[in-house]
């Protein structure tokens, strides 16, 4: 009879296991590339290590998201996105992707035409506004429009569109039409050039490297440069188009977890990675159109998503039938012996 009581508790714990009822703790979940894709109105999650897609992180249309642009993780874990035909910012829950709010409502405060977001050093959300010459500022936690935090057109910006914070907790952007990163003292408030580009070199998305530098992505010259991340001084082009994988247009560099530079090309619908010192060309990570991917956009790199269950109920029922099913079938074993 013991005998059988410990197969009895065997079959029923692996009955709970299958029907989705954990005993053992959680597995540790890994990082993720989620990647944008403009024409199907979606965000798509994929292995950091392999490249493999994992799931549509972000629905298409899912909450009214219209044109996906830029898109982060805030101070609350919770996942922002720029829905850039509608003029908002649209939050997702940080783990499974469901759709919380309209952050931003849109045109709130002038908004038109976003580009780019970031959250900055005091948890507030800064927001580069391409109609107006302006970077916008949002309270943190409740998405109220604040202020026009750079002034229209300020240092010559035409227009603002990829925006990071340096290390000296000054404002960074890039200056499309003019091929400049500008600099916004927020203490003097006054907005100075920090790099010059070439003419015909097109900024748009940039970051700070983990060696401090600035890496900038040229749509039309179809490459990333480097600049000292202290003097603006220009270093190097760091990756280009030499192996023919960034014809489409570079929209933004990504230092992923690995130390390796990723970047989405637009019109290639693929997202390209390099050596995160040498700039060398590694391969093409996630292929042309993997799983939809459209129009690739604007990166992050985040904890792998949890799957949406279809409904929590069904599945709870489903759990406790398999759990009844178990029992009763091995009571009847039981009365047998």
């Not at 790099?195 to 748009?204: E, L, V």
Request: aromatic share 12%.
């Amino acid at each position: 009879m013991n005998i059988i009581k410990s197969i009895n508790t065997t079959v029923i714990v692996s009955l709970l296991t299958l029907t989705g009822v954990n005993l053992i703790a959680e597995k540790a979940r890994s990082t993720a590339l989620f990647v944008g894709s403009f024409d199907t109105d979606s965000v798509l999650s994929y292995d950091v290590e392999t490249g493999e897609f994992i799931r549509p992180f972000i629905r298409s249309g899912n909450g009214g998201l219209d044109g996906p642009i830029a898109l982060t993780f805030g101070p609350d874990e919770n996942f922002y996105v720029i829905s850039f035909n509608n003029d908002s910012i649209l939050r997702y829950d940080g783990a499974t992707g469901l759709f919380i709010d309209q952050f931003v409502t849109s045109g709130s405060g002038g908004l038109d035409n976003p580009q780019d977001l970031t959250f900055g050093p005091d948890g507030n959300l800064y927001v580069t506004n391409t109609a107006n010459d302006s970077v916008l500022r949002y309270d943190g936690v409740t998405g109220n429009f604040i202020d026009e935090f750079v002034p229209s057109g300020s240092g010559g910006a035409n227009p603002p569109f990829g925006l990071r914070f340096g290390a000296d907790n000054n404002l960074y952007f890039t200056s499309t039409f003019t091929n400049e990163v500008l600099r916004f003292d927020v203490t003097t408030e006054i907005t100075t050039t920090f790099a010059t580009g070439t003419p015909g070199d097109f900024p748009g998305g940039m970051t700070f490297g983990p060696d401090g530098n600035l890496y900038v992505a040229n749509f039309i010259a179809d490459n990333i440069k480097r600049y000292d991340g202290t003097t603006g001084a220009f270093i190097d082009i760091f990756a280009d188009n030499s192996n023919g994988v960034l014809t489409g247009g570079p929209v933004q560099p990504i230092f992923g977890p690995d130390g390796n530079l990723y970047v989405s090309s637009r019109d290639d619908n693929h997202v390209v990675r390099y050596d995160g010192e040498t700039g060398e060309f590694i391969d093409i990570f996630v292929p042309s159109g993997s799983n939809g991917l459209s129009t690739a956009g604007w990166l992050a790199f985040g904890e792998t998503p949890l799957p949406v269950p279809e409904s929590s109920s069904s599945l709870g029922l489903l759990a406790f039938i398999g759990i009844l099913g178990g029992i009763k079938f091995m009571k009847l074993k039981d009365k047998k012996s």
